[in-house]
């Protein structure tokens, strides 16, 4: 079991930028891959970011692409979202998830790939 608790979200200005953490608890934490996904009001929760299991490789959103930057520290069981240029578009409830698979090579990028899921943490972007 892994479960995940979010913080950083708040309210800043459009080009402000901000960091996202994810806390993990649970022995498996740095054999899964992680994401972060987002979801505003009335549309379907989309993939940001996610960064395989050793940190070695990383997948983007384009809409996030050259401003978001994600990384995992699996000593500390956290793994961070890096946010820049924010942009009122960007304004969502973030959450963070963990791959259901052990190990995974790849990056997963679709939403049933992950399986634990974090109460999520607000950012508001405002123009």
């Known amino acids: 079991q892994v479960q995940l608790v979010e913080s950083g979200g708040r309210l800043v200005q459009a080009g402000d930028s901000l960091r996202l953490s994810c806390a993990a608890s649970?022995?498996?934490?740095?054999?899964?891959?992680m994401g972060w996904f987002r979801q505003s009001p009335g549309k379907e929760r989309e993939f940001v970011a996610g960064i395989s299991w050793s940190g070695e490789r990383t997948a983007f959103a384009d809409s996030v692409k050259g401003r978001f930057t994600i990384s995992r520290d699996n000593a500390k069981n956290t793994v961070y979202l890096q946010m820049n240029s924010l942009k009122p578009e960007d304004t969502a409830v973030y959450y963070c998830t963990a791959d259901v698979t052990l190990l995974r090579w790849s990056v997963p990028t679709g939403r049933y790939e992950y399986d634990y899921w974090g109460q999520g943490t607000q950012v508001t972007v405002s123009s």
């Open positions: 649970g022995r498996t934490f740095s054999s899964r891959a």
